[in-house]
């Protein structure tokens, strides 16, 4: 099982539309959560990032993390053509350097 | 420049060459990474370096070798280099641990 799993989609969406995008992990020591945006022939740009359980919101982004279900969530409110790109999960332990990456899930939003 | 800068931004080169990545970082995070991008696989830690020693070794190939001179810079030493090590190799850095990661542009590198 790898410990951390996520649909590589693509999801289209229209416009305006909310789109979530989600995780689930195995390994229960995760505490630190970050979302990830990549464009093509770039390189991931930090979205989101928090600890442990709970939801934080940054403007038309909102992130969730369920720790007892061992899933989190991105949500983009008021979706734009200029979100369209690939959506990276990531996950660490408190006090190691390692993070581990999602595959990542390719987002299209038509105009 | 700002945030994390890399080069070449791309790179070709056959198995029997050497070469050489660049990473800066314009942060004044303490820690840096290498890490590997294939297609539709997930990144892949190669190495990480905090306050300049080497504190993470992926089980990579002893073909590629990292250097970290300081703090701010950070390189990728390549030599006789497989077809199946083209990809895209990403720069990133934190301050502390687990800090959340800047990454910078990449290399994408193709081997013949």
């Known amino acids: 099982q790898k410990e951390v799993e996520q649909d590589p989609g693509p999801l289209s969406v229209p416009e305006g539309a909310i789109v979530s995008l989600n995780c689930t992990y195995s390994n229960s020591a995760f505490q630190y959560f970050m979302w990830y945006r990549q464009y093509s022939r770039k390189g991931p740009e930090l979205l989101m990032y928090?600890?442990?359980?709970g939801n934080k919101e940054d403007g038309r982004f909102t992130a969730q993390v369920d720790k007892s279900s061992k899933y989190i969530s991105l949500f983009i409110r008021d979706s734009q053509p200029s979100d369209s790109a690939t959506y990276l999960c990531?996950?660490?332990?408190?006090?190691?350097?390692?993070?581990?990456f999602g595959a990542g899930t390719r987002l299209f939003v038509k105009a | 420049e700002t945030g994390v800068t890399q080069t070449p931004r791309h790179l070709v080169m056959g198995m029997t060459n050497k070469k050489s990545l660049k990473c800066e970082q314009h942060l004044g995070h303490n820690a840096m990474y290498w890490y590997k991008q294939s297609a539709k696989k997930p990144l892949e830690l190669m190495f990480v370096?905090?306050?300049?020693?080497?504190?993470e070794n992926n089980s990579v190939p002893s073909r590629f070798s990292p250097e970290c001179p300081n703090s701010s810079h950070l390189f990728l030493h390549l030599h006789t280099l497989q077809p199946e090590d083209s990809a895209l190799y990403l720069c990133?850095?934190?301050?502390?641990?687990?800090?959340?990661?800047?990454f910078g542009p990449g290399t994408r590198l193709l081997v013949l």
């Open positions: 990133a850095s934190s301050q502390d641990s687990p800090g959340a990661q800047y």
């Open positions: 990531a996950m660490s332990t408190t006090g190691g350097f390692k993070t581990i």
């Open positions: 370096y905090s306050l300049e020693e080497r504190v």
């Open positions: 928090t600890y442990s359980s």
